[in-house]
């Protein structure tokens, strides 16, 4: 119904940027919110940021507030992430997601909220 394409991870240096971007694709005008969500090896998928369906509202996990921005643009079916100051604790593969149902602030935390997955991309932050 909706395919979802991260592009844009890649390897970087400690203190480093990089944009990550995700295309959808499909039965786009079912779903509201997009996200980021990340996993490191050997431990569970997190909740990074997510973004209401006019771009208004935006949340954020606290260990990534002021460091990493969410954006969409609904002309392009695509959603972004700006990260800056990378740590090597950000390390992980990062997955795009949608969701048909609308959320607010903690209540878009939750991974079931969402409907749709990309397939991740990685993203490695040296020291």
């Known amino acids: 119904q909706v395919q979802l394409v991260e592009s844009g991870g890649g390897l970087v240096q400690a203190g480093g940027s990089l944009r990550l971007s995700c295309a959808a694709s499909g039965r786009t005008f079912i779903t509201t919110m997009m996200g980021w969500f990340r996993q490191a090896p050997g431990k569970e998928r997190q909740f990074v940021a997510a973004?209401?369906?006019?771009?208004?509202?935006?949340y954020y996990a606290d260990s990534v507030k002021g460091q990493f921005t969410i954006s969409r643009d609904n002309a392009k079916n695509t959603v972004y992430l700006e990260m800056n100051s990378l740590k090597p604790e950000d390390t992980a593969v990062y997955y795009c997601?949608?969701?048909?149902?609308?959320?607010?602030?903690?209540?878009?935390?939750?991974?079931?909220?969402?409907?749709?997955w990309g397939q991740g991309t990685q993203v490695t932050v040296s020291s």
């Open positions: 973004i209401s369906k006019s771009g208004i509202s935006t």
């Open positions: 997601t949608a969701s048909r149902a609308v959320c607010s602030g903690s209540g878009c935390y939750s991974g079931s909220v969402y409907d749709y």
